[in-house]
C-alpha cells in the first residue's frame, strides 16, 4: 500500500502568526494512522516551521531550489541549506516555475538532480493548460514532462520521487477536475511508469493538485491512483487543511 501524502503548498504568502496557528493546531489534531503531511512554506519561515512543527509528525519543504550547490547567485537557495533547516521535500517544476520563470524541462530536472543529491525528496510537478487540454493533448503533455525526467534518472532515483499531476487550469482558477477527469490522467502516469518498472508503477505516490479543497478532497482521495494532494489555498486555513488531511484517512 502507498501512503497517502496530503502537502501543502503556502506558495508567496504566510506569516510568523499563521506558523503558530498550525503548530498549536497540529500538536492538538489527531492525524489519520497512514497518513503522511508535510508543508511547503516560503524561504524565510522553514526554520520557524521547523520548530514550531518540531512535536508534531508534519514534515516540511521548500517550493523550488537553484540547482547548483553554492556559488555567486544572490537570491537562490540550495538544497544543502534546505537540507541543513530541517527539510524533507521540495517541489520541483511547480506550473507557475516553470510558466513565471521560464523553467523549461531542462532546468527542472537539474533541480531534481541538485534535491536527489542533497537526500532531498523531489515532488515532480506535471501539467498541461487548458489550451493543451482542449486540443487533447493531455497525456503527451504530462508524459513528456515525466519522461523528461525519468530518463535521465537511475532506477534508484526514479524510487525517491513523488510525482504531482496539477492540471494548470485548475489552479488557483476554483475549477477543478473531475474525480474521473483526474484519476484518468493519474492512471496514465502509473501506466507510463510501468514500463520502467513493476515496482516504480506500484510504489511511487502520485499527488493530485488542482484546487483540492475540504469539499472535494475525499472524493478526489477515493480515486484508486490518486495518492494524495497538493493543496494550494486550503493549506493556508488551519481547519480546512485539517480537513483534507483527515479525509486521506
Request: charged share 20%; glycine share 10%; aromatic share 6%.
Amino acid at each position: 500500500m502507498r501512503t497517502p501524502l496530503i502537502a501543502g503548498n503556502w506558495k508567496m504568502n504566510g506569516s510568523l502568526g499563521l506558523v503558530e496557528s498550525f503548530g498549536q493546531a497540529f500538536s492538538r489534531a489527531r492525524l489519520p494512522a497512514g497518513v503522511e503531511v508535510a508543508l511547503m512554506v516560503p524561504f524565510p519561515y522553514l526554520g520557524a516551521v521547523v520548530d514550531t512543527l518540531a512535536a508534531t509528525p508534519v514534515a516540511v519543504g521548500a517550493q523550488t531550489l537553484s540547482d547548483r550547490p553554492s556559488g555567486a547567485f544572490t537570491g537562490e537557495v540550495s538544497g544543502g541549506m534546505l537540507t541543513e533547516l530541517g527539510a524533507r521535500y521540495v517541489l520541483v517544476g511547480h506550473s507557475e516555475r516553470r510558466s513565471l520563470f521560464h523553467e523549461d524541462d531542462e532546468a527542472v530536472l537539474a533541480r531534481v538532480r541538485a534535491a536527489l543529491s542533497c537526500g532531498l525528496v523531489p515532488v515532480l510537478c506535471l501539467g498541461e493548460t487548458l489550451e493543451e487540454r482542449e486540443a487533447e493533448r493531455t497525456e503527451a503533455v504530462v508524459l513528456g514532462q515525466l519522461e523528461a525526467v525519468l530518463d535521465a534518472l537511475s532506477p534508484e532515483e526514479r524510487e525517491r520521487l513523488v510525482i504531482a499531476y496539477e492540471p494548470v487550469w485548475a489552479i488557483g482558477t476554483g475549477r477543478t477536475a473531475t474525480p474521473q477527469q483526474a484519476q484518468a490522467v493519474h492512471a496514465a502516469i502509473r501506466d507510463r511508469l510501468e514500463r520502467y518498472a513493476g515496482s516504480l508503477a506500484h510504489g511511487l505516490r502520485i499527488l493530485y493538485g488542482g484546487s483540492m479543497n475540504a469539499n472535494n478532497a475525499a472524493e478526489l482521495l477515493a480515486q484508486p491512483d490518486i495518492d494524495g494532494g497538493l493543496v494550494g489555498g486550503a493549506s493556508l486555513k488551519v481547519d480546512d487543511f485539517l480537513a483534507i488531511c483527515q479525509s486521506a484517512g
